[in-house]
């Protein structure tokens, strides 16, 4: 069936602009989803919902040609496994292992080892489905994961993790080397799962846009603005001009925040500490802006649903213009300093690449794939207010490599200081914020925003009374993780921080 | 390599002086005159992400930003606990990391000091106690100083941990200091 035979059986789904749902039976699934792969559209997440009342659901997020498709597959046969889609999109394989250890029902893929459950709880046990787990003190038995062994002469294992050397967040390594070259690396993540799904069904559904926030604190205003345009379209209300322009303001600050971060890192890890001191100045210049401005240095519970939780300061406009001129100045000077150090260029040029062909296969997204050819932005493709009057220009590279990020990433921080000027300059006038009623029982949504790593979704259904039945957060890095593992292949032991850097990609988002 | 030095130059030396121990921050006594008496001047520090939403890393990050310049006050981030003074620990304890965290712990030689950072450090936070999360990190190992705040600013942090030794700084002009 062709992408718009598809279309137009699908109804409107409530949240993101051009969003669209459908009901696929259980023997079409494959067959929708290989119809979706040649139309070359783009999983964005696979989940599952229901209790232990109605079977389970199985959820996958799709976008092609300027709109979204969320389908869902209802759950037929308990005892048998639904159909995997993860030949076609070979993201899906961990999403669905996820839904295998969070909520019981296994996919065909014929890996099935877990993935984000260790030992804390038996596999028997489904944290989204059954009654809670009472708190134990115990400390749960030492987990075992069975890693794929390369082996050959000369081939030896390294196992990094979960604690890192650096100041960064918990996940295991295996590498599999032959002197200093890596044949394969192998990710073991999960280590930050803290049951964020679960505990969503125990906020109330007005309330819950702060723990949305806090699924990945780098990309606070992108969670927190999908969770909220979630909830409006449930509720059904718009929101004033000027929130959703203060909205887009709060993201592109937080884009620049972590672009700054990681250029600095980058050149740190190349062994230009240099780098590091003058980008980390200038995110704390900005930060420091950001605490005049909104009085907090990182937007946590800055977007809220109905709007945002605060105006900017009357005298915010003038100062985050000037902040941000000084900044873009800065950073032209540092970019030429970058691109004429020999040592810089040489670490970066060649290390971790990921050809457009790969990355098109596995389905990298979001600024890793952009420096992969990958041209797709929600913020052009899919645009929801203000960027439908706030045209974005896509910024592209295809080499693929350490350099094509860093290069994506100053090219993408000139891009959102001209927005941010652009929208300190066109702020509409009026209200922040609307009131907004509680979404109905059983009303379903979902909420689609670029965030600076990549798309960002979360899926929503409300509950009685103003509470939350399921909600499911997605990070780009579910998608990305996997392509590090490809990233790495042939490249040195040494470089791995530097490549990785380069993705710096989240593991609290991606745990849950 | 002209510019580099240009910019060096034109930037000059930015640090501000370090704010004073904020000693309400201290949930206990009694190791700081032992640790002062090992440490003399220096301090290091292992982080430990126990299950944060990284939102505080970020703020520990800027610790070592210039402005804050951490390592002007002879406090420096290690690369193993074994070589460390102090625990910085953040996030509710996932089921996950709490057998690492309490590995990490035994490997971190004695006297030590714990600092749990943020909301979650100390309470649990958003993400409270559940069949994933052991919640507040006094719940795993000994906390000497808990630092509130979502994230808690990079002052705020480096209250803490100047709290944890319970002795003040002097500023440190930057020039001229013996490594």
Redesign the interface.
């Known amino acids: 069936m062709t992408l718009q035979a598809l279309f137009e059986r699908s109804e409107a789904h409530p949240g993101a602009p051009g969003l669209r749902a459908l009901t696929v039976p259980y023997e079409r699934w494959q067959e929708v989803a290989f119809d979706l792969s040649v139309a070359d559209a783009r999983l964005v997440a696979l989940w599952a919902s229901g209790d232990a009342r109605t079977a389970p659901l199985i959820h996958a997020a799709f976008v092609a040609e300027g709109a979204g498709l969320v389908l869902t597959l209802p759950m037929v046969d308990l005892g048998e496994p639904y159909p995997g889609i993860e030949e076609l999109f070979p993201a899906a394989a961990r999403m669905q292992r996820a839904v295998a250890d969070l909520s019981g029902v296994r996919s065909t893929d014929p890996d099935t080892r877990p993935w984000l459950r260790?030992?804390?709880?038996q596999a028997s046990?489904r944290?989204l489905i059954d009654p809670?787990?009472l708190?134990t003190t115990t400390?749960?038995p030492?987990?075992s994961y069975d890693f794929v062994r390369v082996e050959g002469d000369g081939v030896h294992e390294i196992a990094v993790g979960?604690?890192h050397?650096?100041?960064?967040?918990?996940g295991h390594f295996r590498f599999s080397v032959v002197g200093e070259k890596v044949l394969r690396l192998e990710e073991r993540l999960?280590?930050?799962?803290?049951?964020?799904e679960?505990?969503f069904t125990q906020l109330p559904i007005l309330e819950a846009h702060?723990?949305a926030a806090?699924?990945?604190?780098?990309s606070?205003v992108a969670f927190s603005w999908a969770y909220c345009q979630a909830v409006e379209g449930m509720a059904n209300t718009e929101i004033p001009p000027r929130a959703a322009w203060l909205r887009a303001l709060y993201l592109e600050l937080e884009r620049v925040a972590n672009h700054l971060?990681d250029l600095g890192a980058l050149g740190n890890d190349a062994g230009f500490a240099?780098g590091?001191?003058?980008f980390?100045?200038l995110?704390?210049h900005l930060?420091r802006a950001s605490q005049q401005a909104f009085g907090q240095?990182?937007l946590?519970d800055a977007v809220m649903p109905g709007g945002t939780q605060r105006d900017i300061t009357r005298m915010g406009i003038p100062m985050l213009r000037r902040c941000l001129r000084e900044i873009e100045h800065e950073v032209l000077?540092?970019r030429?300093?970058y691109d004429?150090?020999e040592g810089v260029r040489d670490r970066f040029t060649g290390a971790g690449t990921v050809t457009p062909e790969l990355a098109a296969r596995l389905g990298l997204t979001g600024l890793a794939g952009r420096a992969s050819a990958q041209a797709f932005d929600l913020r052009s493709d899919l645009p929801c207010e203000p960027y439908t009057q706030l045209p974005v220009t896509k910024i592209v590279r295809s080499d693929g490599d350490v350099a094509a990020r860093v290069a994506v990433r100053f090219d993408e921080l000139h891009e959102s200081c001209r927005l941010i000027e652009r929208i300190l300059g066109a702020l509409p006038a009026g209200p922040h914020r609307t009131p907004l009623q509680v979404p109905a029982d059983g009303t379903v949504g979902a909420g689609l925003i670029e965030g600076w790593r990549g798309p960002v979704l979360v899926a929503l259904e409300a509950g009685p009374g103003g509470s939350i039945r399921r909600c499911h957060p997605h990070d780009p890095s579910w998608h990305n993780w996997p392509v590090l593992e490809h990233a790495i292949i042939g490249n040195i032991v040494p470089d791995f921080p530097l490549i990785n850097k380069s993705f710096n990609l989240?593991?609290?988002g991606h745990?849950l | 390599m002209l510019?580099?030095l240009r910019?060096?130059a034109s930037?000059g030396i930015?640090s501000e002086p370090p704010p004073q121990a904020d000693e309400s921050l201290r949930l206990r006594d009694g190791l700081q005159d032992e640790i002062r008496a090992v440490l003399g001047r220096a301090l290091c520090i292992r982080?430990?992400?126990?299950?944060?939403?990284?939102?505080?890393?970020?703020?520990?990050?800027?610790l070592?930003?210039?402005?804050y310049n951490l390592e002007g006050l002879g406090i420096r981030?290690v690369?193993?606990?074994r070589h460390a003074d102090l625990l910085l620990v953040t996030?509710?304890v996932?089921?996950?990391?709490?057998?690492?965290l309490?590995r990490?712990y035994d490997a971190t030689p004695d006297p030590k000091l714990v600092v749990a950072i943020g909301d979650c450090g100390c309470t649990g936070?958003?993400?409270?106690?559940?069949?994933?999360?052991?919640?507040r990190v006094s719940n795993v190992i000994p906390v000497d100083v808990a630092v509130p705040g979502?994230?808690p600013?990079p002052t705020r942090i480096l209250q803490g941990i100047l709290a944890a030794l319970a002795r003040s700084v002097a500023p440190v002009t930057g020039a001229g200091e013996p490594p």
């Open positions: 260790h030992a804390a709880w046990y944290p809670p787990l708190a400390e749960p030492i987990d979960p604690v050397a650096g100041t960064i967040e918990p999960g280590y930050v799962h803290k049951g964020i679960l505990r702060r723990l806090r699924v990945s604190g780098d606070a971060g240099f590091l001191a003058q980390s100045r995110k704390e930060l240095r990182y946590m000077t540092l030429t300093i004429e150090h989240s593991y609290s745990d | 510019k580099t910019q060096i930037i930015v982080h430990i992400d126990a299950g944060s939403c990284n939102g505080c890393e970020l703020e520990i990050h800027a070592n930003n210039p402005l981030f690369a193993s606990p996030g509710p996932s089921k996950h990391m709490e057998v690492a309490r990490t936070g958003i993400f409270g106690e559940t069949y994933a999360s052991c919640g979502c994230p600013s």
